[in-house]
């Protein structure tokens, strides 16, 4: 497949306010690219900046809840009326949920889904037509270093992550025949607000919750205009699959050393990290036993 064409082509982009997300399109716009931004945050500024440095390009705005299936739906129907014809989308949008699998609703368990697996899963399927009408179009699925390993506290940011991992993988194989690239990316620890603005389980005991967020905030280190970098110019060589950071890279190679050992060491590390042991009602009572 011939190297992605960055120039005069319209990217779609999610989660295009912050983080990786808003240096993504700057990193686009720097390449030529018309763009479409979406996001549930205001993108005023992000799309004011572009527009000032890029006065050539066309920028548009769609503010939406990715949660809500309607507007997922809207968002892609009004692209399709404006660009019958997509060189790239990138599915970056994702939100965070801390807390066991017993801590949290199974409302909250589906939102994660509904912003991380099923707006890119219906965003794709909706554009493709766009996306296959000429050659050499190209779709990034964000996913995460948890779509690689399951730790701890992570049961619905994990199965949303894996979910978008499996899906990237098959339609890597399916878009090929259209000319389509895939990419699916596996970010580590980058420093953006995912941990200011991480959810938290309705059930987590509040002492349990500024500790975990410190802790988490703390492991992302690695910026994120670097990583936007990366992930363009994986776009441009139709790379597979991008790790970004040694925070993705070190655990996914312990992953594949060890498929069922690296469970029970990383549970390890994470509560070190967190400063907590295995909580009381998963060790055995000496006064009971069944």
Known sequence: MTPYRFAGRTAVLTGAASGIGEQLAYGL?????????????????VAARIREAHPALTVETIKADLSDRDQVTAVADQ????????GLLINNAGIALGGRFDQITVDEFETVM???????????????????????????????????IAPYGQ????????????????????????????????????????????????????AELAPQLKSFDALL??????????????????????????????????????????TKLIALVTAAVNGRTRPARDRPSPARQE
């Open 79 to 86: 692209v399709l009326a404006a660009h019958p014809r997509l």
């Open 221 to 262: 280190t690695f910026p994120a205009e670097k990583a936007a970098a990366q992930i363009l110019d994986a776009v441009t060589r139709r790379r597979a699959r991008l790790l970004i950071a040694s925070s993705a890279k070190l655990p996914d190679l312990l992953a594949r050393l060890a498929p069922v050992g690296h």
């Open 29 to 45: 716009a720097r390449r030529g690219s018309h763009l479409v931004l979406v996001d549930v945050s205001p993108l005023d500024d």
């Open 155 to 206: 049961s619905a940011y994990s199965a949303s992550k894996f979910a978008l991992r499996g899906l990237s993988q098959v339609l890597r194989a399916e878009l090929s025949e259209n000319g389509v690239g895939v990419t699916t990316v596996h970010p580590g620890g980058i420093r953006t607000s995912i941990a200011v603005n991480a959810r938290i389980g309705s059930k987590v005991p509040v």
């Open 114 to 148: 509904n912003v991380n697996f099923r707006a890119p899963m219906l965003l794709t399927h909706a554009l493709l037509p766009a996306l296959t009408a000429t050659p050499g179009g190209h779709l990034v699925n964000v996913s995460s270093l948890f779509g690689l």
